[in-house]
């Protein structure tokens, strides 16, 4: 391989993801899926933007919002701003501005092109997707959502699962026919609220709505839960799982998002917090032990040595270290904690020939 360890796929700017799907695959039908309110359009767009900004032409055929929506969404967005202050009158500040200014600038240059005119047939989506790819150079086409597709076929006029199925087969079709991806957004049906316990709210694949076939035509299923919505007295609101519940191209897998609700975005969360945003709450738990061992080795040796009380308390939850120096009958013992230094000449310190305390020990 030229290049080891680069996905095949276009990427979908979340690199979790991109790792367990091996990019967005050319000629797949991947279907994101959820239950009402979740958000599953914003999943969709977050995707999209992600890729339009890195300069590959993508189209989107929204049968639920209109563009000025979803431009609104993705303009606020990208510049941080909360879109409940704007509808309710507050005015912007100089700094949001300016951020709104520079993400309409790159928008306005990405390569993203929607369709929102609704009651759409499956016919019409494949004969539009084709004209993008052709006069456009559409690497990859977003569909919000399978069931407000229709179809006209005199099999599917008396049965609603006949038509999803036919609409699944379709947009399976269009991705082989164009080569390229084909995100899906589809519904869960109620049952994924009926389960109880630690299992409430948690999808799998077999909750798809309407048709199983949307199960069997899919390459990639993606089903979005949030825990918050289910049991809020025990998550946070920010919480969000992407659940790999079907991948032709890989191995299946959980990954763990930020979902922030006023920006209408997604966001991978980080293995670890970075140290700028470090707190005692979210200091892992192996860090957390180690500095309490060490706070309390720091607090018997202040103890043994005579510290003020002042010194005792800062010490309580600071760190220590222990340095020799000179020779033999100049030693003396170091102690830093909390930006106090403290050095305890040789007459307070054990003398050779006595148990010595672990506390001293090189």
Known sequence: MNNPGAIKGISSGYRRLDLTLDGLQP?????????????????LVNILTNICLGGTPV????????????????????????SDDIRRGRPMTVGQQQHFTAAVRKITAAPLHIDDE?????????????????????????????QLVRSTTQQARGSREREVSEISAGLKSLAKELNIPVLVLAQLNRDVEKRAGNAKGKPVVSDLRDSGSIEQDADQIIMIHRPYMYKPDKHDPTEAQWIIGKNRFGRLGRIQFRWTAELTKYEEKQKYPSPTNETPQTIPAKKQADAARKARILQTALNASGGSQKERQTCRAGTWHQRQTGSRRTRQQHYQCSGIRRTLPSSRRPHSGTSRSPIWQD
């Open 59 to 82: 189209g989107m055929f929204s049968l639920e919002m209109p563009k000025s929506q979803l431009l609104e969404r993705i303009l606020y967005g990208m510049a941080g701003i909360n």
């Open 118 to 146: 609704s009651s759409l047939t499956i016919d019409s989506i494949r004969a539009r997707g084709r004209r993008m790819v052709r006069e456009h150079g559409v690497k990859c086409i977003g569909v919000d959502y399978l």
């Open 27 to 43: 000629g797949a039908m991947i279907v994101l899926a959820a239950r009402p309110g979740v958000g599953k359009t914003a999943a």
